[in-house]
């Protein structure tokens, strides 16, 4: 395994649904020590990015690798063990649990090159779930819920953290408390590849942050993507990031 291997790396990945061609020879890195937000619009491809590196969505070209070794469409279960953690839009629960035994069944044996997070430290994070450990999932609100996810995924102590959407219509504050728990786990070594529409909170908690645009053409469907423009470092003249942060255009 060489040294200069970045954590994450995305090498001219093609993805289809069908016969819709969604992901067109995507590029991405992330490195140890990062938080990379992937910004566009609906359609652009970002959610598919995510479940193709999870091993969600077949991979048709192209090649997806952690430290050098190739997880291209491996089993999602062999992607977990790899070192990658997923927080899906859906904030996927086991409904007929508590919340204790959901956050028991994230649970992983610590590894050597990954921080090893308890249920203690997830109940200090959000003490509403520690209010609620004995609650069924399927009963708790979606805020809740998307705390629960976060968790769990945490409790398998990744190397990186996939996370999609996860502020999408929860209250101003639940925003807040979610962008400081990204923070504090990547203060703490976790790297974060995240999806997230609000710009603000992108920016607030991103290292860098790339930007995927959709292309269109007669040869292509409306939800197509194109990661074929070269990349770019910096920022537009007419926006203040924050001084930490850098923008790559894809």
């Not at 859906?90 to 035994?101: I, K, M, P, S, W």
């Not at 069944?105 to 308890?118: L, N, Y």
């Not at 962008?179 to 991103?206: N, P, Y």
């Not at 290292?207 to 070269?230: E, G, I, L, Q």
Request: one cysteine or more; hydrophobic letters at 35%; a positive charge.
């Amino acid at each position: 395994m060489s040294m200069q291997s970045p954590l994450l790396a995305l090498q001219g990945v093609h993805a289809h649904y069908g016969k819709s061609h969604i992901l067109h020879g995507i590029d991405l890195t992330v490195g140890r020590g990062e938080v990379v937000s992937l910004l566009g619009r609906n359609g652009a491809g970002r959610s598919t990015t995510m479940k193709s590196i999870m091993g969600l969505v077949d991979v048709t070209a192209g090649r997806i690798a952690v430290e050098g070794r190739d997880i291209t469409n491996k089993r999602p279960f062999e992607i977990a063990r790899a070192g990658l953690g997923f927080v899906p839009e859906e904030r996927e629960v086991f409904a007929n649990l508590t919340v204790d035994e959901n956050l028991r069944m994230g649970e992983q044996p610590p590894r050597a090159d990954a921080p090893a997070w308890t249920i203690e430290q997830m109940f200090s994070y959000f003490p509403r779930l520690k209010e609620r450990r004995n609650t069924r999932a399927g009963n708790l609100s979606g805020g809740e819920q998307q705390m629960l996810t976060m968790c769990r995924s945490l409790l398998g102590n990744p190397k990186v953290m996939l996370i999609d959407e996860p502020t999408e219509g929860l209250a101003p504050k639940i925003v807040e408390v979610i962008a400081d728990v990204i923070r504090d786990i990547h203060q703490r070594g976790v790297s974060v590849v995240l999806v997230e529409q609000k710009l603000t909170i992108a920016l607030k908690v991103s290292t860098r942050v790339s930007v995927m645009a959709a292309s269109y053409s007669k040869d292509r469907p409306r939800n197509c993507t194109s990661a074929r423009t070269s990349c770019r470092s910096g920022w537009r003249s007419d926006s203040r990031p924050p001084p930490h942060a850098s923008i790559t255009h894809r």
